[in-house]
């Protein structure tokens, strides 16, 4: 409601859900191999933390696309006129914005051309596994399970300010929050500046 009383402008978009994400990992047969790597750690082993994350993203940025999710992906951007527009991919992995917040710790992709959106998603997944992340949801009581991973594709705009908008704070439900910086967000949706 918040963006129609304002009259905001929102650009065109669409979501690669979770159960793309599974696809993906079941299309790869990369279940077996992340369980396989990540039952090597607990709360009190991470001296592996490293390799386990560099055997984990090297294996989803190796992946091949599933054929039904690029069609889909395709059609999604020729219906939505972005087909030929430079792109913004962002993660939206379960449990992102709670209090235990993941805020900083997935990649968000600017200006990626259209054919290497693909590449670019796989990116934001294998950010997912990066050493820093593992840890933060291990130390939070997180399964890998728990935290499955959308991303959000809209084009990419030239901004002189960007922002992230909280509709509904977890603190204090009736209150929206509003964080802004000059320029692209990308530090801003890193989570190293909040202004």
Known sequence: ALITEHNLPVPPGLVITTKAFHLLLQTNELFPVIEEQLRRL???????????SRKIRNSLLNAKIPLP????????????????????????AVGEDLQASFAGQFESRLNVSPDRWFEAYKEILASKYSPHAIHYRISQGFT?????MAVLIMPSIQASISGILYTQDQKSPDLAVLYMVAGSGEKLAAGSTYQ
């Open 144 to 148: 890998d399970l728990m935290t499955p």
């Open 69 to 92: 999710l690029g069609k889909k992906i395709k059609n999604g951007l020729q219906a939505l006129g972005i087909e030929q527009t430079a792109l913004a991919l962002r993660s939206s």
């Open 42 to 52: 607990g709360p009190h082993n991470l001296d592996d933390l490293q390799e386990i």
